[in-house]
């Protein structure tokens, strides 16, 4: 038995081990320090998310306003190239008025149309007048059909009324009438 615990003391006694020594990285101290880096860092990052989000607010807004002011402001360019056509019609109509001669308050009236006819052309806005052409249900708005046997069928014979596009993009119809074949039994 003497044996038994000879063996056995040397199993259960067996040296303390030497605490571990604490490395710099994990000294309190320097978890401290990491610590109030990661805070620095943090409230670094905090900061610029607020400034963002400040300036991304301020973007909105300016956003905002500036699309107020389009709507707002939008035909501002051409009303005012168009006021010097109401000028030109003031003049002419002041002119009619005392004027006897027909030339004219024509020509005046030639001028002042020639005039919103550029206003109009530098502003995008183009003339659709379709005489002649094929009718296309897209652009013209046909008021009615007549019988024609030297035209086309679908062929646009006469322009009531002018239709406008503004930069490719419809304004108003022009109003037409249309041909159509004769009837069978009115030749």
Request: aromatic share 4%; hydrophobic share 40%.
């Amino acid at each position: 038995m003497a044996n038994e615990e000879q063996v056995d003391k040397p199993q259960h006694e067996q040296a303390p081990a030497a605490p571990e020594e604490t490395t710099p990285e994990f000294s309190p101290g320097a978890l401290l320090k990491q610590l109030e880096d990661a805070q620095k860092q943090a409230q670094d990052h905090w900061d610029k998310l607020v400034r963002a989000q400040a300036e991304l607010e301020n973007l909105r807004k300016r956003m905002s306003r500036d699309v107020e002011n389009a709507h707002k402001y939008a035909l501002e360019r051409f009303a005012g190239e168009l006021l010097p056509v109401k000028d030109s019609l003031e003049m002419g109509l002041d002119a009619a008025r005392g004027e006897a001669d027909l030339n004219k308050i024509r020509e005046g009236t030639e001028l002042t149309l020639k005039m919103l006819e550029q206003v109009m052309a530098k502003q995008g806005i183009e003339v659709v007048d379709p005489a002649g052409q094929r009718f296309d249900p897209e652009r013209h708005q046909a008021m009615s059909m007549q019988e024609n046997a030297e035209l086309e069928p679908n062929t646009v014979m006469t322009v009531l009324q002018k239709g406008y596009a503004l930069n490719d993009r419809l304004l108003r119809p022009a109003m037409v009438i249309v041909s159509k074949a004769p009837a069978a039994g009115s030749e």
